[in-house]
C-alpha cells in the first residue's frame, strides 16, 4: 500500500482580473470539501455584495501598514492604489490538517510565494480571448468604466508572466476550467515526490518496495 503525504497542497490561482479565478472558484469549493480557500486582507473598499471577514478581511491602509509591520503576512503587493495580502494565520493548521489550501493571488504575492514555498502547486487562468475577457469585466459591472480600462490594460501584463506558472487553464466555461483544476490537484496527489511512506505486506509487494527504494534513491536497477 503507498501512502501519500498527509499535508494538503498550497495552490495559488492568478489571472487578469475578470478571467473568472472566483467564479471558479467558487465551484471547485463546492465539488471539493477538502479545499479550503484563504481569505485575503485588502485596503480597497467593499464592491457589490461583498462581506467583511467572507470575501475579504477589509482595513484600512493604516490597519494593513500595522499587520505589515508586526510580520503578520505571507506575503502581500498593492495593487491599483490598494494592498492585497495573505495573512499568514491558519495557513499551516489547514495545511496540517491535510486540507488543500488556494490562495487567489495576483502575480507579485505568487512571485513571493514561489521564493519562499517553492513546492506551492501555481495555476494561472485566462480567458478565451481578450475581447471576452473586456466583456466579463465589463458584465460583472462593479468597478468604473475607468477602473475597468486599467484592470484591462495590466492584463497584457500579467498574461506575459504565465510561464513563471506550473499550469494554465482556459476559462472557456466554468465548468471545463473547474474540472481542468480539480485533475491537476488530483495529479499532483500522485507525484512520486508527494509520497511519503510505502507500506508493503506480502513477498510480492516486498520486491516492489525494492524496486520502489531503488527508483527513489535514484541507484541504478540491474536488469
Ligand atoms: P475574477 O475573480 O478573475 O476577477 P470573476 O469570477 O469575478 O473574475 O468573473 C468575472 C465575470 O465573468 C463575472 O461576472 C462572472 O460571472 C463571469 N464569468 C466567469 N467565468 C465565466 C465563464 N466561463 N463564462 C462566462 N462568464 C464567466
Ligand atoms: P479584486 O480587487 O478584483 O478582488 O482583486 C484584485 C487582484 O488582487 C486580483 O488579481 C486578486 O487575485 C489579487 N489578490 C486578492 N487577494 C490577494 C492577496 O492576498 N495577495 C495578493 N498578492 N493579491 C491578492
Given at each position: 500500500m503507498i501512502k501519500t503525504k498527509k499535508k494538503g497542497l498550497l495552490i495559488v490561482i492568478s489571472g487578469p482580473s475578470g478571467s473568472g479565478k472566483g467564479t471558479i472558484i467558487k465551484?471547485?469549493?463546492?465539488?471539493?470539501?477538502?479545499?479550503w480557500l484563504s481569505i485575503s486582507c485588502t485596503s480597497r473598499q467593499p464592491r457589490g455584495s461583498e462581506q467583511n471577514k467572507i470575501d475579504y478581511y477589509f482595513l484600512t491602509k493604516e490597519e494593513f501598514e500595522e499587520k505589515i509591520q508586526r510580520d503578520e503576512m505571507l506575503e502581500y503587493a498593492q495593487y491599483g492604489e490598494n494592498y492585497y495580502g495573505t495573512p499568514k494565520e491558519y495557513i499551516k493548521s489547514h495545511l496540517d490538517n491535510g486540507e488543500d489550501v488556494i490562495l487567489e493571488i495576483e502575480i507579485q504575492g505568487a512571485l513571493k510565494i514561489k521564493e519562499l514555498l517553492p513546492e506551492t502547486l501555481f495555476i494561472f487562468i485566462l480567458p478565451p480571448s481578450m475581447q471576452e475577457l473586456k466583456k466579463r469585466l465589463e458584465g460583472r459591472n462593479t468597478e468604473t468604466k475607468e477602473k475597468i480600462e486599467k484592470r484591462f490594460a495590466t492584463a497584457y501584463n500579467e498574461i506575459n508572466e504565465v510561464s513563471k506558472y506550473n499550469y494554465v487553464v482556459v476559462n472557456d466555461t466554468v465548468e471545463n476550467a473547474s474540472n481542468k483544476i480539480n485533475a491537476i490537484i488530483i495529479a499532483e496527489r500522485c507525484r512520486v515526490d508527494r509520497i511519503e511512506e510505502v507500506y508493503l505486506n506480502t513477498p510480492e509487494e516486498k520486491i516492489h518496495?525494492?524496486?520502489?527504494?531503488?527508483?527513489?534513491?535514484?541507484?541504478?536497477i540491474n536488469i
Open positions: 465551484d471547485l469549493l463546492q465539488k471539493n470539501e477538502n479545499i518496495e525494492n524496486i520502489i527504494d531503488k527508483d527513489l534513491k535514484n541507484e541504478e
